[in-house]
């Protein structure tokens, strides 16, 4: 389908959904569909699969510290892209939040970095969040010495970072949910 001129839109796994749309307009069609009778199986398993996914980036996470031989508990973690999408900064039902939760309840200090959310609002699920502010990079767009993470977890690949200058040199786990981190110059990328 790639291949046609036409009517085509690319559609790639990720580390769940996010938005004002896709995690909650579907489900009143399911509403609306058991109202008449009707069933909406295969929707409602989607709803199901895409709400797993944020615990599947964190298991992911937990196996790749595993290899080196840290524990989720007390490692460092950063998450790139809090939006639900790269490119804005709406953090609607976004799945960072959820990754971000399920990683500090595990133990471990979580810090962000997105260009396009400077500091976390205050959001009905996790107002624990609210105030925390984004890692800065340095002038040239890396990751700051004293930032010492274990583990980097991509979940929105925002097109204002470059992802390969802002890893170079880091010596920990990259977990990547977007398939856009390359394994060159030492970079131990584990896709998710």
Not at 94 to 121: F, H, K, Q, S, T
Not at 154 to 169: F, I
């Amino acid at each position: 389908a790639a291949t046609k001129p036409f009517g085509f839109a690319r559609f790639e796994p990720g580390p769940g959904v996010g938005g004002h749309c896709i995690p909650v307009d579907p489900f009143y069609l399911v509403y609306k569909a058991k109202e008449v009778g009707k069933p909406c199986d295969f929707i409602e398993l989607a709803g199901r699969v895409n709400a797993a996914m944020p615990r599947f980036v964190v298991e992911s996470v937990a196996a790749a510290l595993n290899g080196d031989r840290k524990a989720v508990n007390g490692s460092r973690v950063l998450v790139v892209g809090l939006a639900y999408k790269a490119g804005v900064d709406d953090m609607r039902e976004a799945p960072a939040l959820e990754i971000w939760a399920e990683l500090g309840a595990r133990g471990a200090a979580v810090r962000y970095l997105d260009p396009l959310i400077p500091e976390v609002p205050r959001t009905r699920k996790h107002p624990a969040l609210a105030g925390c502010r984004s890692v800065e990079l340095t002038e040239d767009g890396r990751l700051r010495e004293e930032d010492r993470f274990d583990a980097v977890v991509v979940v929105t690949n925002h097109p204002q970072v470059n992802l390969q200058r802002c890893l170079e040199g880091f010596q920990g786990v990259v977990v990547d949910t977007r398939n856009c981190v390359k394994p060159e110059n030492g970079l131990r990328v584990f896709k998710s």
